[in-house]
């Protein structure tokens, strides 16, 4: 569960963590990118602004 944590060129700092997942990529992304999916896997509603 360790993060690495990255300086960008921007001088921003990033947390990156990384999962090996069992599911197909194409899974996951719909996992992530559908709420209806979502709401299984992380039962939280999250609420944002995309740029």
Request: aromatic share 10%.
């Amino acid at each position: 569960m360790n993060g690495a944590l990255e300086a960008s060129e921007d001088g921003l700092w990033k947390l990156r963590f990384t999962r090996d997942l069992a599911d197909p990529v194409e899974t996951v992304w719909k996992t992530l990118t559908e709420p209806e999916h979502l709401q299984n896997w992380f039962p939280h509603r999250i609420v944002g602004v995309t740029c």
